[in-house]
Nanobody, 131 residues
Framework: QVQLVESGGGSVQAGGSLRLSCAAS????????MGWFRQVPGKGREGIAY?????????GGSPKGRFIVSQNNAENSLTLYLQMNNLDTEDSAMYYC???????????????????????WGQGTRVTVSS
């Protein structure tokens, strides 16, 4: 059973940094696409960073240039990271990681940027940025 567990959220002042983690377990896959999304009340989930099993990264949304996605894919262990720098009050949101299993990382190209394309989700971690 696929399980995604986010951590690392919290409260920070504007201009500060946070690093989110997402521990993924319960699957063996030839390939996968993963993404970080965020959501504020009353709005849909915004995709902000994506990474595939072959380490290709893409970015979207307003944080482009300030956030960096990475992963540590060791044997029997996969952790996704989101380094968030120069945080702004508008970055306050619930942050989620998402996973889609695919036959090969090439299936991630140009796809899996919308929340509706992902099957597996974590419970989220809250980020609050104060001025």
């Amino acid at each position: 059973q696929v399980q995604l567990v986010e951590s690392g959220g919290g409260s920070v002042q504007a201009g500060g940094s946070l690093r989110l983690s997402c521990a993924a377990s319960g699957f063996r896959a030839l390939g996968y696409c993963m993404g970080w999304f965020r959501q504020v009340p009353g709005k849909g989930r915004e995709g902000i960073a994506y990474i595939s099993s072959d380490d290709q990264t893409r970015y979207g949304g307003s944080p482009k240039g300030r956030f960096i996605v990475s992963q540590n894919n060791a044997e029997n262990s996969l952790t996704l990271y989101l380094q968030m720098n120069n945080l702004d009050t508008e970055d306050s949101a619930m942050y989620y990681c998402a996973l889609e299993l695919v036959p090969d990382a090439k299936y991630c190209r140009g796809k899996y940027v919308r929340s509706t394309e992902y099957t597996h989700w974590g419970q989220g971690t809250r980020v609050t940025v104060s001025s």
